[in-house]
């Protein structure tokens, strides 16, 4: 069935392209690691699991305070749904580029892999990457937080033709949506897991049709890797830097606040009378909750 397509690079906005599965053929491999990778290849998997030659994502890693030996998302998935498609875990890019050699698929499918993937297959195989920005806008790790943080009213979902440069490939197809006011980087990462999904199958079943277009690199930006102490809310943020910062660092790793010697998470919050009201919050040690039960037995938290 035709599916309307509100931004695609190299085509009209708004033209309708074809959405018939039985135009796609290839086979393809797939190369994904967290929770934003599992809706595109949810999407593969229910139109095309066997045209897929194989599943690539991250090890086992210790995770939390025990290191706990945890699977990736997608790992977790491909389990979960009992499919025969091969799961392979390499642990170099020269594990990664002897496996694909192995296989020699027509596609290969990237979205939040985590591993680099070596110059030498993304120059012979076709390679395509789910970014969560309007490229080249947000080249980078946290595209999804840097558009909050800078308090930007539009972001969205790229498809890109990968090279050998991080987030630099050809543009094929983008999809922008308004941020809304109150929204969060865990609501975006959501939506936007699933617009990269949508974009991934328009662009496999109409690839004669669509015209990849150079990002332009001297209006590129980068955004780098969180780290906890960038959370902090301080005195010198104004109200709209500091409610930026709950949004983009909602769920995690959550913007803060140390009151009473405690470290208090702000998840969510609402301007009321040019002051910020915490709607949900979480004290060090205990589990989120609303602003309402915390003041039962609590003082005021004050951001």
Known sequence: MPLPIFNIAGCITGKTLDFNRK???????????????????????????????????????????????????????VKDRGTRVPLFHPQTPNEFELAIQELRPDIIIVVAYGMLIPKVIVDQYCCINVHPSLLPKYRGATPIQAALLNQDSVSGVSLIHMNERMDAGDVLLTESRPIRVASTAGELHAEYAHLGAHLCLCYLYNRESIVPIPQNNGIATYCKKIQSIDACLKPEHTIKEKLARIQAFSPKPGAYIIQNDKRIKILRAQLMNNALEPLEIQVEGKQKMAYAHYLAGNPPVVI
């Open 23 to 77: 135009h796609f053929k290839a086979r393809f491999v797939f190369a994904g690691s967290p929770d934003f990778a599992v809706p595109t290849l949810s999407a593969l998997f229910d139109a095309h699991e066997n045209q897929c030659l194989g599943v690539f994502t991250q090890p086992e890693k210790p995770t939390g305070r025990g290191q706990t030996m945890r699977a990736t998302a997608v790992h977790t998935y």
